[in-house]
């Protein structure tokens, strides 16, 4: 069974000795790899109790929180975004003996399942949550990686719709299955790449890297410091016990396909392509300002 380096972190919390459990930097630890243990079994349940067997392969990736950038990633600036205690998990088996060209995922928390293509694919056949899986299914066979027919359950704690990168876990997790089905290991930013792929040419969403990377790279008691250019990580210690990081709903949906989030990144974008220059890193203020008779004030206020 393969876990990603979050999950590898909560499970030896929990395998401490009761003493050492008040020696963790921060209460919140013990109750967050409680939950994902939790999560955990409630997955493999489901998958015994829908398939008749245990699964061979669980994997899980974590949403995220960005600190700063907002619509600075898409315009190769720096953002410092963390994971949070809340994952996506994807526990499977593969059916080798089976004459199927397809894989079958069941999600908990929808009690919803789909047979999503294993193959390759030039475009999304699925609805829905389905889109992101079968493009990350996508990728991996554009890349060399035969997938088998599997059988598959989802389960997650990162609400839908809240802004913290659902479909980002969604896909890392699908990934990280599958490379514990195939065997093929891939690099971890080519699995964040991979999965960002999925979700402009699958899903329609015109995302950057931060969300992909954040699940891939992100670790407890760190902030990561992307620079969006060139890819590059930094980790930032924080682990200060007098500090937390609320997340409150608004219960307002966050949709990256259409609406202010598309619009945005269209406006930056028009906004380069009349400032005749690749990237928001390549202006200066002395350029934005002499630049103002060419663009709208929507624009302006990109850089």
């Known amino acids: 069974m ?20 008040t ?13 994902f243990v939790e999560l955990r079994q409630r997955v493999e349940n489901e998958f015994q109790s829908r398939f008749g067997r245990e699964p061979s392969v669980v994997a899980a990736a974590p949403g995220r929180v960005n ?3 907002e619509h600075i990633d898409y ?35 929808l009690q919803e399942s789909m047979d999503i293509p294993i193959g390759e694919s030039f475009g999304p056949t699925c609805s829905g949550w389905g889109r992101y899986i079968e493009g990350v299914i996508a990728g991996f066979v ?45 690099e971890p930013a080519e699995k964040a790449l991979l999965c960002q792929r999925a979700e402009h040419e699958f899903a329609g969403v ?13 670790m407890p008691g760190e902030l990561m410091l992307l620079d969006c250019m060139s890819q590059d990580i930094q980790t930032v210690p924080f682990r200060e016990e007098d500090v937390s990081v609320l997340i409150t709903n ?36 002395v350029e934005l300002v002499s630049a103002r008779g060419r663009l709208t004030d929507e624009e302006v206020a990109c850089g």
């Not at 704690?157 to 997790?173: I, T, Y």
Request: charged content about 20%.
């Open 206 to 218: 015109p995302c950057g890297i931060m969300d992909q990377f954040s699940s891939v790279f992100g």
């Open 67 to 69: 600190l700063i950038g």
């Open 23 to 35: 020696d963790l930097s921060h209460p919140a630890s013990l109750l967050a790899a409680k939950q």
């Open 2 to 21: 393969i876990f990603n380096r979050v999950y590898r972190h909560l499970l030896s919390v929990l395998q401490k000795s009761d003493s050492s459990l």
């Open 142 to 186: 554009s890349v060399g990686h035969d997938v088998p027919a599997l059988d598959a359950v989802i389960e997650s704690s990162v609400p839908s719709g809240g802004g913290l990168s659902s479909s980002a876990a969604l896909e890392v997790a699908t990934a990280t299955m599958l490379e514990g089905i195939t065997g093929r290991k891939l």
């Open 250 to 285: 608004s219960n307002i949906k966050h949709e990256l396909t259409g609406g202010e989030y598309a619009e945005r990144r269209r406006q930056c974008e028009s906004a380069l392509k009349k400032l005749g220059l690749p990237s928001w890193r390549d202006v200066s203020l």
């Open 75 to 109: 315009n190769n600036g720096f953002v410092l975004p963390m994971a949070i205690e809340r994952y996506v998990i994807v526990a499977a088996d593969s059916c080798f003996d089976s004459p199927r060209e397809y894989a079958t995922f069941h999600s908990s928390s």
